[in-house]
């Protein structure tokens, strides 16, 4: 029954943990 939000959630962490990364790793490459 929680399946919708469950995903939602880790939609919104996974988005939020690429952001993150991109931002750290952005200054020492730019390999992606």
């Given amino acids: 029954k929680s ?3 469950f995903e939602e959630i880790r939609m919104t962490y996974i988005k939020e ?3 993150a990364i991109v931002k750290r790793e ?3 490459s ?3």
Avoid: A, D, E, Y
Wanted: no cysteine.
């Fill in 3 to 5: 399946q919708s939000l």
């Fill in 17 to 19: 943990l690429g952001k």
């Fill in 30 to 32: 730019q390999n992606w």
């Fill in 26 to 28: 952005g200054n020492s």
